[in-house]
């Protein structure tokens, strides 16, 4: 295959012949390399070549000309499997030579310090992976061409830096990194083609196997680098904004050709499905972080890309579905070595959170994942709890990186080392603790169920009881399979576990706030089961009666399936009947549900915050939960969740600013200059987060205007409606507003008025955090205030255990009281504990009230 004249580097005649060093050096192990590199006399390296003769060439030619030498061949060759085993010989020779040059001056200099040599290697991967990218598969060559790959990615972080945020700036100023970026994806998605087939055909021969194994380390490889670069806020900035990759569905091919990878028996190929699996969905999580373009909108954008999606995430929720009945815990268990298998399946919750919380999606996931949860729901209440409702999670999952070894992966398919002497791939491990993971867990559980509740009339009006309504479809389905003969007051009790276990699970989420779950996410999940609970009492108690009256006879219109019969869709036309006795206060939503009078029930909450049950009595945890006494005030003010990161200080700022630039949404350049205003006074707006502010409150302002009769406000008006409205804290509107809640402007923070005075402080307190200065450094929540806790005795030192939701700081500032159990930094504890949970001086924690 030939590529265009345009895709081709310029060349430069060739000062010296390179091919005989490069094929005879890469013949080598990477330490007998090393060790003639590093002995060379007057910088000239000496060999026997395999006639026997004696060969010399000058390390400085080699480092300066080797890579235009590679180029130079790539165009003037035929890409067969001389070619790829030459090149793949001579970018192994670049590592070598970029691993030993801060050991010599005169390699340094030549690699990292000559501009046109760091032009030469840029040419020369750039062109490598264009080619790689648009070059056919061969059955006989898939290891080479996923080893040039992988390698020639790596050799960036070789020649330019180890550190990806260094990188990802040189790649984004080079005029050819769209093409790049882009030729890269499609080239690992060729290899993830080839090992689909190479797992799909079950292969049991040792060599076979052995091959796949150093296929599968190569993609991880390549998947891998993408990924890292995806972490960094600049390059997926620049991501979203490739039309081929993201308007097109580039990434999303990748992703759907890495989730259809089968699983397989053998334990290291089982932990390598799930970690690409893993790592392809932390890239796309990390384009739906990307605020100045909605990734999720263009996605959305054309059909075939919106059906794309949708087929992509079918198999994310058919994977979760999956793990949570427990399939993919047993394979492989009999293998007395275990690999790390990466967070997939708290990755897949996370893109599903995300997926449920946005329009495009919304009824997609309602569609076809509500039946997951509702298997979830209907486990045994000891199971339940033990699953979604324990301090801990078995099994929990842990995350990893390879750590790719270029030399001795290229060494093995050039069959320079034998399979004896490549080295096990090693990792390293990012471990999540216990707690941090079922904490995190639990919390997207209530989070996509909240997401699904939460209806907002202005954009999705189609939606609304969509959930409820799949829900109780699904209910009725999982009824409907129980064997026949089991008399319906056995389906009523079966039912009770259903709203038993959501109880419980209500009780849990509450004391993840605000670690891990808002006060609007949780209010949201006790509104779903208040709409919940009556329809399901009123669904057995039809069951009894008919057990009573007719003997197991059913009607067409009493069992509501009679219309319906085709589409298994039960008719709930009586669920506004329902809900607004219970508004009225009429009729007990628990009714017929043994949840209020067992005596066993037993709820328990530690110091850490997490529900415990008790031996025998973990069936209970549900007494004195009233869900529906303020079920009306909190429908109509979950309807929109309020998620305004702006504190007071920024709301008065824009509201000063729109008295003389009213139409300031119009205007991109104010826009873009007051959202880096008011950054600088608390949270870090973008420029579509304030766009969106702008715009809700001019509609807010209308809809006031035109209730009252009179004009919408001009310029004059601001001030008087804000007074009207409560304050300067305008509520918006949207839930597609990306805001957090924060606490109320009207809190009152009161500071010690004696420094230095002992504060005698309690746990689930809300405190201030100030340095020596007394200024503010963030707030938090006590979680311990006396005692020892991780070998620090608290009370003798003056301090307190403090879990940190809200930083005015870099959150890798140093603590004042480093230890094992925070580390260094608030990020440090993050990564630690999941939370930033760390030791604050007593007498620098101020209440805030």
């Not at 329902?578 to 005596?599: C, K, V, W």
Request: aromatic letters at 6%; a negative charge; hydrophobic letters at 40%.
């Amino acid at each position: 295959m030939r590529t265009g004249r345009e895709d081709k580097p310029c060349r430069i005649p060739e000062p010296i012949d390179l091919v005989s060093p490069v094929k005879e050096l890469q013949t080598l192990s990477s330490l007998e390399l090393s060790r003639l590199i590093r002995d060379a006399d007057n910088d000239t390296i000496q060999w026997t070549s395999s006639d026997g003769s004696s060969k010399q060439i000058g390390v400085e030619n080699l480092a300066r000309y080797l890579a235009w030498n590679l180029v130079a061949r790539f165009v003037q060759c035929e890409q067969d499997e001389e070619l790829f085993r030459y090149l793949l010989g001579g970018v192994r020779l670049l590592h070598a030579l970029c691993d030993l040059a801060p050991r010599s001056s005169k390699l340094e200099q030549v690699l990292l310090e000559d501009v046109k040599v760091s032009e030469q290697m840029l040419d020369l991967i750039f062109f490598t992976v264009h080619v790689l990218s648009r070059t056919r598969q061969d059955s006989k060559l898939f290891l080479l061409q996923s080893a040039l790959l992988a390698s020639n990615l790596y050799l960036l972080t070789a020649f330019v830096s180890a550190q990806w945020h260094e990188l990802s700036l040189v790649l984004l100023a080079h005029p050819k990194v769209d093409r790049f970026v882009y030729g890269a994806f499609v080239a690992v998605k060729r290899d993830i083609q080839v090992l689909q087939v190479k797992l799909s055909a079950q292969y049991t021969m040792q060599s076979d196997l052995s091959d796949v194994n150093h296929l599968c380390q190569h993609c991880e490889a390549s998947l891998q680098f993408l990924q890292s670069l995806c972490q960094q806020r600049s390059f997926r900035e620049r991501l979203v904004k490739n039309k081929d990759l993201c308007e097109e569905g580039g990434i999303l091919w990748l992703a759907h050709d890495i989730m259809k990878l089968p699983f397989c028996e053998d334990s290291y190929l089982m932990a390598v499905v799930s970690r690409l699996k893993s790592k392809v969905l932390s890239i796309l999580l990390h384009l739906c972080e990307v605020e100045s373009v909605s990734f999720l909108d263009v996605v959305a954008s054309t059909t075939n890309v919106l059906n794309l999606a949708k087929s992509t995430i079918s198999q994310v929720l058919n994977l979760l579905r999956t793990m949570f009945r427990g399939d993919l815990n047993g394979l492989a268990a009999f293998s007395d070595k275990t690999y790390p298998r990466g967070l997939l399946q708290l990755n897949a919750m996370r893109l599903t959170d995300i997926l449920s919380d946005d329009s495009n999606f919304r009824s997609y996931i309602t569609l076809n994942f509500t039946e997951v949860l509702t298997t979830i729901f209907w486990q045994p209440h000891v199971e339940f709890l033990s699953s979604w409702c324990s301090s801990e999670s078995r099994p929990s999952e842990e995350d990893a990186t390879l750590d790719y070894d270029s030399l001795a992966a290229a060494g093995w398919v050039l069959g320079v080392l034998p399979s004896s002497d490549v080295p096990e791939p090693t990792f390293n491990a990012c471990r999540v603790a216990r707690t941090s993971y079922a904490f995190q867990r639990t919390s997207l559980l209530v989070k996509v169920v909240a997401n699904l509740t939460c209806f907002i009339p202005d954009i999705c009006k189609e939606e609304k009881d969509l959930f409820l309504n799949t829900f109780l479809q699904c209910f009725q389905k999982e009824l409907s399979n129980l064997p026949y003969g089991v008399p319906n007051n056995s389906r009523a009790e079966r039912a009770a576990i259903v709203t038993q276990n959501l109880r419980a699970l209500f009780l849990h989420a509450e004391s993840l706030i605000p670690g891990f779950l808002n006060q609007d996410d949780v209010q949201l999940f006790r509104l779903f089961i208040a709409q919940l609970e009556p329809v399901i009492t009123q669904e057995t108690s039809i069951d009894r009666a008919r057990e009573i009256n007719g003997g197991g006879q059913e009607s067409p219109d009493a069992s509501g399936k009679g219309g319906n019969q085709n589409e298994g869709i039960t008719d709930h036309s009586h669920l506004e009947e329902i809900n607004q006795l219970n508004l009225n206060g009429n009729e007990d939503p628990a009714n017929g549900l043994p949840m209020h009078d067992q005596r066993t029930d037993v709820a328990q909450t530690v110091p850490g915050g997490v529900l415990e049950t008790n031996g025998d009595a973990q069936n209970g945890v549900t007494n004195g939960l009233d869900l529906t006494t303020t079920q009306q005030s909190e429908e109509k003010q979950l309807r929109k969740r309020k998620r305004n990161i702006m504190n007071h200080t920024q709301i008065t700022m824009l509201e000063q600013a729109l008295q003389n630039e009213p139409e300031m949404q119009r205007k991109a350049a104010s826009v873009q200059l007051w959202a880096e205003k008011i950054s600088l006074h608390g949270s870090e707006i973008s420029f579509s987060q304030l766009k969106n502010w702008l715009n809700n409150r001019k509609a807010k302002l209308a809809r006031t205007a035109a209730a009252k009769d009179v004009p919408a406000p001009s310029k004059g008006d601001n001030v008087a409606f804000n007074e009207k409205q409560g304050g300067s804290g305008t509520e918006p509107e949207s839930a597609d507003e990306c805001f957090e809640p924060t606490p109320s402007t009207t809190q009152v923070t009161q500071r010690n008025p004696e420094a230095g005075t002992s504060v005698k402080h309690e746990p689930g307190q809300f405190v201030v955090l100030t340095d020596v200065q007394g200024e503010e450094i963030g707030k938090g929540c006590v979680h311990q205030a006396s005692g020892t806790w991780s070998g620090t005795n608290l009370d003798e030192l003056g301090l307190c255990v403090v879990d940190v939701t809200y930083l005015k700081v870099d959150k890798w500032s140093s603590l004042p009281h480093p230890c094992d159990a925070t580390g260094a930094s608030f990020g440090h504890a993050e990564q630690i504990n999941g939370i930033k949970r760390v030791l604050w001086d007593s007498t620098k924690l101020v209440l805030s009230r």
